[in-house]
């Protein structure tokens, strides 16, 4: 099938470390199709029990890091598991080498819901920060928001990306990124869970400004175990989920990866 060629290349990569890295993707034609931020696409490699008559693909989402407004290629920011099947494959792409990269984006995980002006809580773990990527470099300075809060949870402060991106953009006094680390105890920045921010007043302690469920919206991208847990702390506060038949003026939105 036509839709099932390779038919994107790697044009750039960038390694944080041995197991996290981003990669730029470019389609054969050029053309990055229109998409919202928050939104992802899928990767696709041959799998090795292929044969010349019937090409079997391994495939993964990934939620896509580069704004809607860059249009020579598509930025993933992704995670070596060794134990999976597809990124060990992906961890051996260079420069120029081919793979097949879904034209059709997809998601409900945007900002569409979300009037103008609220504070945006963004929450993640790991690399669930890559649609806050793309919502900031998207809308910044736009009106979009009051203010943007990024918050990042890993084990090590190696594995947090976009840092110098994500601290410039904070010296904006509508931004505030928060990169927290779960296992360094020494790394020199906050240390613990993300759920830690919703315990006593330390959120408005390092933002500024209350958590009010009139005025805030929460997304939550990563970790499922986070995702519930943090939930789990905001329902008592009035905050609920999200959905655009049952609760359409929720202001909980999740994205789990797994």
Request: aromatic fraction near 10%.
């Amino acid at each position: 099938m036509a839709d099932r060629e390779e038919n994107a290349r790697l044009v750039e990569r960038m390694d944080y470390h041995s197991h996290l890295a981003i990669f730029k993707f470019q389609w054969d034609d050029g053309v990055v199709p229109d998409f919202v931020p928050g939104q992802f696409t899928s990767l696709g490699v041959k799998r090795e029990d292929s044969t010349p008559e019937r090409t079997r693909w391994l495939r993964r989402a990934y939620s896509i890091a580069s704004s809607p407004n860059e249009k020579d290629s598509l930025e993933l920011y992704i995670v070596l598991v060794d134990e999976g099947k597809l990124t060990p494959k992906l961890w051996q792409l260079e420069v120029g080498d081919r793979i097949w990269m879904d034209k059709k984006i997809n998601g409900h995980f945007t900002l569409d819901p979300v009037p103008d002006g609220k504070d945006l809580v963004l929450v993640s773990t790991g690399t669930g920060l890559a649609p806050y990527v793309s919502m900031m470099r998207t809308f910044r300075n736009t009106g979009r928001w009051r203010k943007l809060i990024i918050v990042n949870g890993v084990r090590v402060a190696a594995d947090l990306g976009y840092v110098p991106e994500l601290e410039e953009a904070s010296k904006s006094e509508d931004i505030v990124f928060i990169p927290m680390v779960t296992r360094e105890p020494d790394w020199g920045g906050l240390n613990g869970r993300v759920n830690i921010l919703f315990e006593d007043n330390r959120y408005e302690e390092l933002v500024g400004s209350p958590l009010d469920p009139e005025q805030c919206h929460v997304f939550l991208c990563g970790n499922p175990d986070m995702i519930t847990t943090v939930q789990e702390r905001l329902e008592p506060l009035g905050f609920q989920e999200y959905n655009a038949k049952k609760s359409p003026d929720g202001n909980i939105h999740f994205e789990r990866y797994w």
